[in-house]
């Protein structure tokens, strides 16, 4: 007959080995996420690709399709997560093939608006509503309640994970 001691040791391992489990269940789901997301890159850059853009020219023609009077490099940054550099490679490929050009902003005198031409609207309604065709098909089969599930639960994680990220920036500064 086991003691009192033998068995809290026991419920310790259970609990233990509870914790691993769902240690090892998180893991696994974080993997079929990052795959997800690896995905879902492969599949917009390939739709990019049939149409001569990267990924990142697609967000971008995306986005000055969505500013008619023109945005600022600044905004369009922080829109789509990229550096300057790479933001501002984008627009000189799009301005040199005539589909986007810039302005000085008005209210500062400085800041550059970033707008597409005449052409680049015409490229826009093409390639985008294309995309935007596709992208609605898929959702009709997915249904716009998982739909906005899916976006509630992204939205979750990606809250939990900016705040850790803010954390660990405390942390470092702490340790200074």
């Known amino acids: ?9 026991d419920g310790e391992r259970v609990r233990e080995m509870d914790e691993f489990d769902g240690q090892r ?10 795959r997800d997301f690896f995905r879902m890159d492969s599949l917009y850059s390939a739709f990019a690709k049939r149409h001569g853009e990267s990924y990142h020219a697609l967000a971008a023609l995306d986005i000055l399709g969505e500013h008619p009077d023109g945005i600022r490099q600044k905004d369009l940054v922080k829109l789509m997560f990229l550096p300057k550099q790479t933001v501002g490679a984008i ?50 089969l997915v249904g716009a ?8 639960i992204n939205t979750r994680l990606f809250d939990a994970f900016e705040e850790a990220l803010k954390k660990e920036d405390r942390k470092d500064e702490e340790t200074r």
């Not at 007959?1 to 040791?9: F, I, P, Q, T």
């Not at 998180?26 to 993997?31: G, N, Q, T």
């Not at 309640?145 to 509630?152: N, T």
């Open 1 to 9: 007959m086991k003691g009192k001691e033998d068995a809290e040791s």
């Open 25 to 34: 269940e998180l893991e696994r789901c974080l993997d079929d996420l990052y």
């Open 91 to 140: 627009m000189g490929g799009f301005e040199r093939r005539g589909l986007a050009d810039h302005r000085r902003a008005a209210a500062d005198g400085r800041s550059k608006l970033h707008f597409l031409t005449p052409a680049g609207e015409a490229y826009h309604r093409r390639v985008i509503g294309a995309l935007r065709d596709i992208e609605l098909e898929c959702a009709r």
């Open 145 to 152: 309640e998982d739909m906005g599930r899916a976006h509630d």
